[in-house]
């Protein structure tokens, strides 16, 4: 074994390469090992790029607020392009039942201080010009949310993390985290050995896999998702537009207008397709295409460029699992990022400095009581 490092990082994800950003600018030396070539080959390339801090738990809220400062104002502070845009999110209502759940939930967020309002039909056709009138009731309309790309986000933080000194090791699999009482000794792999004062699983889909190594148990298990892009034209709506009318084979889709004009969408699978199958499917454009059309008949000309297939790690409840194992002190979980790993991830990257660090917030300690690894996973989440 060579050198010792403060913090290892399994996995240069969604979570793991803004993590080590933050670990390193904490001045924590920092290796993150990753079995693929480079950074964000895995979940994180298959995001669509939304970003909301409007979920309906404190934890999730906070860090996404966070995450939000962080992508928005990137590249003033740091220089780099990553797509941001404050397009929004909007959540259509056709039915009154869908409306009162929509303006029920908005309470809640209202609560806990966020910026999210109800807009009458005539002013979300404004927002989504063409949107299908028929039975519209209105919608929510969050202003603050965005998007940026996944691909250039994780690029700029990766470059920023080796200039603040974390360290990379890519082509190496994590096979062994030896134990030693309630400690990690060492994370093995494929090709060598590290010694380390911390451990940090953010192995995303093998997150299940990894925790095994040292002994622990997580339920997070990896759901299918497919998404698309079509070709780049003029922007011609604003927000992104969740519809949460469940259907037979799917429960929701999404799409939005992206910083260069293309339009990005995926669909949610009902009932989940589980495992790991990273093939396209026949299934996925009929189906997302014919809703898509019928609610917004604009999108019938735009051209589809590519389509992808990748996973949510899934948890029960829709809350991902963060914080110190109870029985190995130098683990810590950061795993089960469901469908919104890249929006938690900066936010996420910090906390996770301040739980090495030991320099927790109150605030942190209310946002870890939603991502408890002991819980009961009993709950689900609104909007999961
Ligand atoms: C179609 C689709 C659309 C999505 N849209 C959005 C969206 O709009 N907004 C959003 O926030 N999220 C979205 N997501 C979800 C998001 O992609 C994931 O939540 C997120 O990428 C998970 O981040 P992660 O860091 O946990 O995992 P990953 O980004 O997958 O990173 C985990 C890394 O761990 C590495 N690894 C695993 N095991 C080992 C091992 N044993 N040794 C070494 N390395 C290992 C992997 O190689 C991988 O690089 C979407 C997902 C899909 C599929």
């Not at 909007?90 to 009162?100: L, N, R, T, V």
């Not at 603050?144 to 603040?164: R, V």
């Not at 938690?344 to 605030?363: F, K, N, S, W």
């Amino acid at each position: 074994m060579g050198k010792a490092y403060d913090v290892a990082v399994i996995g240069a994800g969604s979570v793991g390469v803004p993590a080590a950003l933050a670990l390193a600018r904490a001045g924590l030396s920092v290796l993150v090992i990753d079995e693929m070539a480079s950074p964000g080959q895995l979940s994180n390339k298959k995001a669509i790029g939304g970003i909301r801090a409007t979920h309906s738990d404190f934890g999730k809220i906070r860090v996404c607020q966070r995450s939000i400062e962080i992508f928005k104002g990137w590249k003033e502070a740091e220089g780099d392009e990553i797509g941001w845009l404050s397009n929004g999110y909007s959540y259509p209502a056709y039915s009154a039942d869908m409306e009162k759940k929509l303006k029920d939930l908005m309470q809640v967020q209202h609560g806990f201080g966020l910026n999210i309002r109800w807009v009458l039909p005539d002013e979300y056709n404004e927002l989504v010009p063409g949107i299908s009138m028929k039975g519209l009731r209105g919608s929510t309309f969050s202003p603050e949310d965005g998007s940026a790309s996944p691909l250039l986000a994780i690029n700029a933080f990766y470059f920023k993390s080796l200039a603040a000194g974390a360290e990379y090791r890519f082509g190496e699999k994590v096979t062994g985290l030896p134990r030693q009482g309630g400690r990690i000794q060492a994370v093995v792999t494929d090709r060598g050995e590290y010694a380390c004062a911390e451990v940090i699983n953010a192995a995303g889909n093998s997150a299940q896999a990894v925790s095994r190594l040292a002994g622990l148990d997580v339920p997070v298990e990896p759901d299918n998702h497919e998404g698309a892009i079509t070709e780049p034209v003029k922007p011609f709506f604003g927000p992104m537009v969740v519809d949460i009318r469940p259907e037979p084979g799917s429960a929701n889709y999404y799409f939005y207008q992206n910083h260069e004009g293309q339009v990005v969408f995926c669909i949610t699978p009902d009932p989940p397709i589980l495992g790991v199958h990273p093939e396209s499917t026949s299934v996925f454009f009929p189906q997302v295409a014919r809703r898509m059309v019928q609610l917004y008949p604009r999108l019938a000309s735009l051209r589809v460029r590519r389509s992808w297939r990748g996973q949510y790690p899934m948890t029960p409840d829709g809350f991902p699992i963060v914080g110190r194992a109870a029985t190995v002190e130098n683990y810590i979980h950061a795993v089960g990022m469901c469908g919104q790993g890249f929006m938690l991830g900066p936010g996420l990257g910090e906390l996770l400095a301040r739980i090495v660090t030991r320099r927790q917030t109150a605030d942190d300690v209310r946002t870890l009581g939603s991502f408890l690894p002991g819980r009961a996973f009993s709950g689900i989440e609104a909007l999961k």
